[in-house]
């Protein structure tokens, strides 16, 4: 950290924790500052100082609520932030932010009527502005609604928004229309061929197709043009995994291993085609020291490293927060089961995998995996 740098923080930790002198603008102004640096202890008591104070000036009340309700939803205090939200809207209905951020709450709270409304008003306020469509959209597909999300979508590639095609071509796979899908993707090559992000877009839905060759052509594609980071690399391996190149993903996942030492996904990758390759990979647990173990996916790695077993794995899946199962559940299935097929196990990792690729979600690179490990099991 840079001397200025470590003197503002030492300058902001001074301000912020200064006893209040009465005034609620300096608590708010301290507020603020505190969320900006995510200290949000700090931030929390500093605007609740301050909305306490009459002084105060109705015009900073709303955003001293917002900046606390920020602060408690990152505390995982939803409900702390769905009622400071609340009382923002009650002082200005609409304003922007508080509908913004309270429908995102509200999704986390498991309340999607609360949330429709607050991303419908957004687009009423500011139907110049995309954020409103995409909000709204992303809830429509998390609620599997995925016409009423396309139809978001269209309306904003009605402005040739090529951010629009990118979530269009992701909605209509998710919905199960790859061809859709790829049409959107095609002419998002077409208007930028060197964009990494079109090659991106369509070298999933290749792959979801089966069509190996060209997916494989569009991450080259991309990573040549500047998308050359270690998860690339962990994608490009994938594919080369499930085309049976088993060599050859290894060299892409420990290139992965080398970006993101701290990725557990990456090691159990490189393992996968190790072992598909028949090759056991000696060097595994020196790699997982990287990792840390409490952390999601590490339940899954200590499998592989033989510090855990598959039965704990799977209860350590099912154990995680509310918001994370169905994560979790997907990819449990997949690399448990793909370890048990290599370990002498093959009717509990066919299970697994079957139950992968029923549950996955559609973007979830382990389903269509688990799928190919079943032809090869046949």
Not at 54 to 69: H, S
Not at 91 to 105: F, I, Q, T
Request: with cysteine; charged share 30%; net charge negative.
């Amino acid at each position: 950290m840079g001397f200025w740098r470590r003197g503002a923080v030492i300058w902001l930790c001074t301000w912020a924790l200064t006893p209040a002198q009465g005034s609620p603008y300096s608590d708010f102004n301290a507020g603020v500052a505190a969320n900006n640096w995510k200290h949000c202890d700090i931030a929390i008591a500093r605007m609740t100082s301050a909305l306490s104070m009459p002084g105060l000036l109705d015009n900073l009340k709303v955003p001293a609520l917002i900046v606390r309700a920020q602060c408690r939803a990152r505390d995982k205090n939803y409900e702390g932030a769905a009622a400071d939200l609340d009382a923002a809207l009650a002082l200005k209905p609409d304003d922007y932010d508080a509908h913004m951020y309270r429908g995102s709450v509200r999704m986390v709270l498991k309340e999607p009527a609360v949330a429709e409304q607050d991303f419908d008003a957004l687009i009423r306020i500011r139907p110049d502005l995309a954020t409103g469509r995409i909000l709204l959209a992303r809830y429509y597909l998390a609620e599997k609604r995925f016409d009423a999300a396309i139809e978001q979508y269209t309306v904003m590639v009605g402005d040739d928004d090529v951010f629009g095609y990118v979530l269009r071509a992701k909605a209509y796979f998710m919905h199960g229309d790859l061809d859709r899908a790829l049409a959107d993707a095609n002419y998002l090559v077409g208007i930028g061929p060197k964009q990494p992000l079109a090659h991106l877009t369509r070298e999933v839905i290749y792959e979801a197709r089966g069509d190996f060759s060209r997916a494989l052509s569009d991450i080259n594609e991309a990573m040549d043009d500047g998308a050359d980071g270690p998860e690339q690399e962990r994608q490009k391996g994938v594919v080369l995994w499930k085309m049976g190149r088993f060599s050859d993903a290894g060299d892409s996942f420990r290139r992965a291993i080398k970006g993101d030492p701290k990725s557990g996904y990456n090691l159990m990758w490189l393992n996968l085609s190790r072992l598909d390759d028949d090759e056991p990979d000696r060097e595994l647990a020196a790699r997982a020291a990287a990792v840390d173990p409490s952390a999601w996916p590490g339940p899954l790695l200590a499998v592989y490293t033989g510090q855990s077993t598959p039965d704990a794995a799977l209860k350590a899946a099912a154990a995680g927060d509310a918001d994370d199962l169905d994560r979790n559940a997907c990819e449990a299935d997949f690399y448990i089961g793909a370890w048990d097929v290599h370990h002498d196990a093959k009717d509990a990792g066919r299970a697994l995998l079957e139950q992968a690729v029923k549950d996955c979600p559609a973007d979830y690179v382990e389903g269509y995996a688990a799928s190919v490990e079943l032809k090869r099991m046949k």
